[in-house]
């Protein structure tokens, strides 16, 4: 069955570096996301992208965070510039659809971010 | 601002229980309930809901969606130790694709 997939599944970094993380979305998904959950928090929706632009973000995606589809595979985050408080696990999804709210979501395993 | 409420937080039962979670939401141009399972890291997808009063049902789980009470409620039958996981509830708009989740309830089956 097909499934999302990310890269690293843990990734350390110094705070005030940048980081990447990947995802490959399902193939045959056109809308993407980016979600984040803090240890013992809500999961929070990040970004939505669709048609190689972002369709919505929240108040938690500012200056420092960027999304991109590099190639017709993989869906990025970057963090220019870490904080501590960006310590989370950060998952990706994918769905069929997006607008109109009819989107089964499709979730990867997710990146345990560290920010030290 | 969107909110989704789960309750309880947290459930201990044993095996063979049957077991009802619940979840409200107040979401602007709502347009679907979602229910995951989430064990050690992914929420995995468990149902999508748009319309009131139709169940939806995959082997001992089910669940409703009351869009006039602004109401869903996952059941588990027959609960086994496999099923203890905490399970999300998450509500959709006509936003695009954003979804706005609950603090979850962590269910613990014991043998």
């Known amino acids: 069955e097909p499934e999302v997939t990310q890269t690293p599944s843990h990734q350390v970094t110094q705070m005030g570096q940048e980081v990447i993380l990947r995802c490959v979305p399902i193939s045959n998904h056109l809308y993407f996301y980016w979600y984040r959950q803090i240890l013992g928090q809500k999961v929070e929706f990040l970004v939505s992208?669709?048609?190689?632009?972002?369709?919505?973000k929240s108040e938690i995606f500012d200056d420092q965070f960027s999304v991109e589809r590099p190639d017709g595979s993989n869906f990025t985050l970057k963090i220019r510039s870490t904080k501590l408080e960006d310590s989370a696990m950060y998952f990706c999804a994918s769905s069929v659809r997006g607008n109109q709210g009819y989107n089964e979501q499709f979730f990867g395993p997710g990146t345990r971010l560290t920010v030290l | 601002e969107d909110k989704v409420v789960q309750s309880p937080l947290s459930l201990v039962v044993h095996e063979g229980d049957t077991v009802t979670l619940n979840c409200s939401y107040e979401?602007?141009?709502?347009?679907?309930l979602l229910w995951y399972k989430q064990e050690k890291k992914a929420p995995t997808f468990l149902f999508m809901l748009t319309s009131s009063g139709i169940e939806k049902k995959s082997g001992r789980l089910s669940s409703i969606l009351d869009k006039k009470e602004l109401f869903s409620i996952l059941n588990i039958t027959a609960t086994q130790t496999g099923d203890s996981a905490v399970y999300l509830c998450?509500?959709?708009?006509?936003?695009?694709?954003?979804?706005?989740f609950g603090q979850g309830t962590i269910l613990t089956v014991h043998p």
């Open positions: 998450a509500a959709g708009g006509t936003s695009y694709g954003k979804l706005t």
């Open positions: 992208f669709y048609n190689n632009e972002i369709s919505e």
């Open positions: 979401v602007t141009n709502f347009r679907s």
